[in-house]
Every structure is written in C-alpha cells, then in structure tokens.
Nanobody
C-alpha cells in the first residue's frame, strides 16, 4: 500500500517561498498512469487543488495559482516537491499530497486513492 508523507517548514514569512516535499513509499512515482497532486485547505475553507504532476513528468496547475507555483519530482528519492512563491497570509493552510488514477483538478477526497496526513503551513511575520 502506497504511503505519502509531507514535510517542510511550518512557518514562512510573507513574500518568501514555501517549499514542501512529499515522500512516497510502497510504490514508485513513475508508475503508470498515476497523478500526484498537491492540495490545501485554508482554515474554515474547502479543499483547494494546487496542481499535479503525472507519472511521465507533465505538470498541471490551478490557474489561480499558476504564476506562483512549481511542482517537480526527484525520481531517485521518490519525492514530489511543491514551491509556492511570494506567499501571503492567505496561503496559510494544511497542505496535502495525494495520488489519483485519473487526472482531476478537484480537491474532493473521494477522487484520490491515497493521501498524506498533511502539514500545517502558516504564513506570518
């Protein structure tokens, strides 16, 4: 059974870059035909899809975040990474990585077969 674990700093200052890593075990990130997504949930709000990377390395982004987002992977470490630039307090959220067998731009948990436990990121000076 595949397991996902998010990691990164819990506190980021405004205007800085948020960098998170999702370490995958129990399965390879290059396995066909999975998609690996980053999703976040701000306090009191719904889940928001940030973007995804496919097993082949293609990337997809939420249009509202695309200009500030970069998703990549480190194959030999079996990791997916997220960078979100120029953060503001509105980027404060629990950030999750998740796997799906089909491409989706929704944050609906039922569309994913595996989720990480999430990591809290707070943007504050």
């Amino acid at each position: 059974q595949v397991q996902l674990q998010e990691s990164g700093p819990g506190l980021v200052k405004p205007s800085e870059t948020l960098s998170l890593t999702c370490t995958v075990s129990g399965g390879l990130i290059t396995t066909r035909f999975y998609y690996w997504s980053w999703i976040r949930q701000p306090p009191g709000k719904e889940l928001e899809w940030i973007g995804a990377i496919s097993n082949a390395g293609s990337t997809y982004y939420n249009p509202s975040l695309k200009s500030r987002t970069s998703i990549s992977r480190v194959n030999y470490k079996n990791q997916i990474t997220l960078q979100l630039n120029s953060v503001t307090p509105e980027d404060t959220a629990v950030y999750y990585c998740a796997r799906s067998a089909t491409f989706t731009q929704r944050g609906d948990r039922s569309l994913y077969d595996s989720w990480g436990q999430g990591t809290q990121v707070t943007v504050s000076s």
